[in-house]
């Protein structure tokens, strides 16, 4: 039996093979991936932003070897973003931080 990080690690590359296995290669995403795992995966972030290019600013920032694709590395370091900004609210939400 895996434990349960060994689990979420098994779900992350899952979904990330999901994607990036759509069109072209299947070890990056490319923008329209991306943009898909965005919308499907967390549509509650893109869907409460008024601003359109924001999925795109994001992927180029991710983009860390400028190649157009996000291989898993880049695709982490989103995952690793987003996991340090729901700890910190959590902390800040803490009676006793
Ligand atoms: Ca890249």
């Known amino acids: 039996m895996p434990t349960e990080t060994e689990r979420c690690i098994e779900s992350l590359l899952a979904v990330f093979q999901r994607y990036a ?3 072209g290669s299947s070890v990056t995403l490319s923008k329209r991936e991306f943009r ?7 549509a509650a972030f893109t869907k ?6 924001v999925v795109d ?10 190649d157009g694709q ?7 370091n989103l995952i690793g973003g987003i996991a340090v900004a729901c700890h910190d609210s959590l902390i800040l939400k803490s009676p006793n931080p």
């Open 36 to 42: 898909a795992f965005m919308d499907t995966e967390l």
């Open 48 to 53: 409460n932003q008024k601003d359109p290019g």
């Open 70 to 76: 996000l291989d898993f590395q880049e695709f982490l």
């Open 21 to 23: 296995g759509r069109e």
């Open 57 to 66: 600013r994001m992927m180029k920032k991710l983009d860390m070897n400028s």
